[in-house]
């Protein structure tokens, strides 16, 4: 009586087709072991309209998931939300970096946060930012992870004058400063 039900010519010919493949597959496994990658959401809040208590008890539940053409206001409270696509472990240690785009982008900001346990994903805030571009990059290990570019514009828009204003408000040497 046999005990395999699949006939052995089947098995050499897979196992045969099989073998050239399996460095492949092994390496596919080990790509996916990495950090994974996520969504970015936005959303803002005006924070200095409210209370202590507001301020304590708020929480944010509605984000816009998107990473393009990415506008808002210096009077608002900019939240974030980096939703990851699996799970990169509990104990997980990210950088958050915010940079501001002066010459090049410069770190103004760092934190450490840990993925939450409830939703797999890493929140925070940034409020009181000046106009010009930044970029928020998520980090892990020295390696960044995910990245993405916003602009803070003033509440009435850019004019010819309030963009030289601003340009001559951020250098410090002032041939170049009153020069434009």
Known sequence: ??????????????SKSISPLLPILFLATLIQC??????????TTQMEEMDILEKHIQTITDYK?????????????????????????????????LNRYELDFVEIDIKKKRVEPDSL?????????????????????GDTVDEVK????P?????????????????TDEI?????
């Open 65 to 97: 998931m998107m990473r393009d053409d990415l506008i808002f206001s210096p009077s608002d409270t900019i939240h974030y939300v980096y939703q990851f696509s699996r799970s990169p472990g509990l104990e997980t240690d990210f950088y958050i970096s």
């Open 1 to 14: 009586m046999r005990q395999n039900s699949v006939p052995s010519p089947f098995i050499r010919i897979f």
């Open 176 to 180: 170049i400063k009153y020069s434009r």
């Open 34 to 43: 990495g950090v994974p990658k996520g969504e970015f959401g936005w959303t």
């Open 150 to 153: 916003f602009r803070v514009l």
């Open 121 to 141: 994903a890493i929140r925070d805030e940034f409020s009181l930012l000046r106009t010009g571009e930044y970029l928020i990059k998520i980090v892990h290990e």
């Open 155 to 171: 509440d009435e828009g850019y004019t010819q004058e309030n963009l030289e204003q601003e340009l001559a408000g951020d250098q």
